[in-house]
């Protein structure tokens, strides 16, 4: 019989621990193959879910916000500039929590639907992203000594800041600095745009410069009509500035008083500023009719027929509503109501 040998020789004993370190090689990275193959199938099933949540259910709950907010999932893109769902969302939860406290104290959101809020929040998201690239064509921007000022206006009203931290969190769900990126720098920017657009001289500088330019023309002899159409910034542009027959007491003061000064076939020989405007007038016609006093006397009624060419004063909401007209949407969330469905483009 052979002899068994009762050691192993330092070779055997190399070849063998040799063969046992690559069996453990193999287990081990058999064991994080399967170790990353069930992370990956768990990002998978949670990017599915997020995904099913978001575009599929409309869903605003907690677990949804997480995972979209980690995925990056889009509400939508304004102008190139993406709205998380994560942050509309967070918006939704804290508008809610404001409607749910003035249902409490009876406040004048409280009869709101929840599409009406979803409303609210999607343009609130819009409209900073408007007013955001307003501000800076015009160079406008939100100081940190703006964002102290309104702070300290805004804890003038309660004992301390850790009341008016509780308050805004029972009412919005936010801490002190989600609301004050939420709610004060977007009100700074707003008014600071405002106050540029409604009270300063650039804007309103453009538009007489603009106006001046087009009466020059009208009496250079171009035709009215077709400047009214071009020019004209109201919805008698398209008549070619018509106004049809009217008597005082029926437009502006500033206005009337131009014209019923005017004699048939005048055209105002320079700019007449109202409240709404400038305006170029060219008075077509002017009659005497028989009327009635307020109390029924008989009394000749003078009245014009005249058209203009208006140009607006600069104003906050109509360059918003501008703005948002030509804005170019894409929308993501079908189950998410879009306000400016009318003009968006996909």
């Not at 979209?68 to 809610?96: C, E, F, T």
């Not at 009217?246 to 076939?265: D, H, I, N, S």
């Amino acid at each position: 019989m052979e002899n068994i040998p009762t050691t192993v020789s330092p070779e055997n004993k190399k070849s063998v621990a040799g063969k046992l370190s690559e069996k453990g090689k193999r287990n081990r990275d058999l064991f994080l193959y399967g170790l990353f193959g069930l992370v990956g199938l768990m990002v998978i099933i949670v990017a599915g879910y997020g995904v099913i949540r978001v575009y599929f259910q409309g869903a605003t709950d907690g677990a949804t916000k997480i995972v979209s907010s980690i995925l990056r999932l889009p509400l939508a893109k304004v102008n190139g500039q993406v709205i998380l769902y994560s942050s509309y969302i967070g918006d939704m939860g804290a508008i809610r929590l404001l409607r749910d406290y003035d249902k409490q104290y009876g406040g004048e959101m409280a009869g709101l639907t929840d599409v009406d809020l979803s409303d609210n929040v999607v343009n609130r998201l819009i409209d900073n992203i408007i007013v955001d690239e307003l501000a800076k064509k015009y160079n406008l921007s939100v100081a940190e000594t703006d964002v102290k000022t309104v702070e300290t206006q805004l804890l003038a009203n309660f004992k301390d800041k850790a009341t008016a931290e509780q308050e805004i969190l029972k009412r919005y769900g936010w801490t002190f600095e989600e609301y004050t990126n939420n709610v004060i720098r977007p009100y700074i920017i707003q008014g600071k745009l405002y106050e540029y657009i409604e009270v300063g001289t650039q804007l309103r500088g453009e538009k007489i410069a603009k106006a001046e330019a087009v009466l020059k023309e009208v009496l250079a002899g171009g035709n009215f009509e077709d400047l009214a159409k071009k020019y004209g910034e109201d919805a008698t542009a398209e008549k070619g500035g018509d106004l049809g027959w009217f008597g005082k007491g029926e437009m502006v003061p500033q206005f009337e008083q131009a014209v019923f000064a005017m004699k048939k076939g005048d055209i105002s020989q320079e700019l007449v500023e109202s409240t709404e405007g400038y305006h170029i007038i060219w008075l077509e016609d002017r009659t005497t009719e028989k009327g009635k006093d307020e109390n029924g006397k008989a009394i000749d009624v003078e009245k014009v027929k005249a058209r203009h060419i208006f140009f607006s004063l600069p104003k906050y909401a109509s360059l918003i509503d501008e703005a948002r007209q030509k804005a170019n949407v894409n929308w993501y969330a079908p189950k998410i109501n879009n306000p400016l469905t009318a003009t968006t483009t996909k």
